[in-house]
């Protein structure tokens, strides 16, 4: 394995993907950054380039749900920087709205960025594992995805728990082969950080981390390579537990 790992990141222009950015650079590694809005990735690359001027960064316009694009952006961000040794599957979006309610439109563009265009990802992401016979494959879940979630987040939680489910399965599949020894397997369950989908927030409760804290606890999970990790880990590891099995009349009070 090289000294310096190299890191594609989706959604990487802001919020949860640009910090992760940050502070995985700060750590050594050489970024490709992927996202629509190629104005913001340009000025994340020179505030990363000014602070870290050893370190290597690909910017390259995606949209996750063209899946011939996204075959070939990871392509281009692997030729450019020699190999990729971890994916971070991290674009996503936070629409919704009750099911039934003429909502439809939001629901299906969440589930096809949030799942669909995981899947692509994930299939762009393991044809160069494959080749290389190593990688890191980094799925961005969520706490909702523990349980069906009511009202305007359904749909969100539904693909959340779909993309951390195919992370699993991929899992299970490499599971006592020679790849399990090279090709990792992650799942990242964030609770509560604040980000650009959820802005409107503020770090008034102990369940809310900031940005840069609650990426620190990602990025920690991410560089240790552990099979799947809520983040942070306070208090939404045994939040978890709650979460998978109060009966529904305490769901509902929680939620």
Same mark, same amino acid.
């Given at each position: ?5 190299? $890191?594609? !990141?989706?959604? &990487?222009?802001? *919020?949860? @993907? =640009? ?6 650079? %700060? ?58 040794? $971890?994916? !971070?599957?991290? &674009?996503?979006? *936070?629409? @919704? =709205? ?6 439809? %439109? ?150």
């Amino acid at each position: 394995m090289p000294s310096t790992t190299r $890191t594609l !990141i989706t959604g &990487a222009s802001s *919020g949860l @993907g =640009a910090e992760m950015a940050r502070q995985l650079a %700060a750590k050594g590694h050489d970024l490709a950054l992927c996202a629509r809005r190629t104005d913001r990735l340009e000025e994340l690359s020179a505030e990363i380039r000014a602070a870290h001027p050893q370190r290597h960064v690909v910017v390259r316009a995606l949209d996750v749900t063209d899946d011939d694009a996204v075959f070939r952006v990871f392509g281009e961000c692997r030729d450019e920087l020699g190999r990729i040794d $971890t994916v !971070i599957v991290n &674009a996503g979006l *936070g629409k @919704g =709205a009750r099911l039934g309610t003429g909502g439809h %439109a939001a629901n299906r563009e969440t589930a096809m960025t949030n799942f669909v265009a995981a899947l692509t990802q994930t299939d762009a992401a393991m044809e160069i594992f494959r080749a290389q016979k190593s990688g890191h494959l980094v799925m961005v879940s969520s706490m909702a995805a523990m349980r069906g979630m009511p009202k305007e987040i359904t749909t969100y939680a539904a693909t959340k728990a779909g993309v951390a489910h195919l992370a699993e399965g991929l899992r299970t599949e490499l599971y006592g082969t020679p790849l399990a020894k090279t090709i990792k397997v992650t799942v990242l369950y964030p609770g509560y950080i604040i980000s650009e989908m959820n802005d409107y927030a503020q770090p008034t409760s102990p369940l809310m981390a900031t940005t840069e804290d609650g990426v620190k606890a990602m990025v920690k999970a991410i560089e240790k390579k552990v099979p799947d990790a809520c983040v942070p880990p306070l208090p939404w590891a045994p939040l978890s537990l709650l979460m998978k099995h109060a009966p529904l009349p305490i769901l509902k009070r929680m939620i």
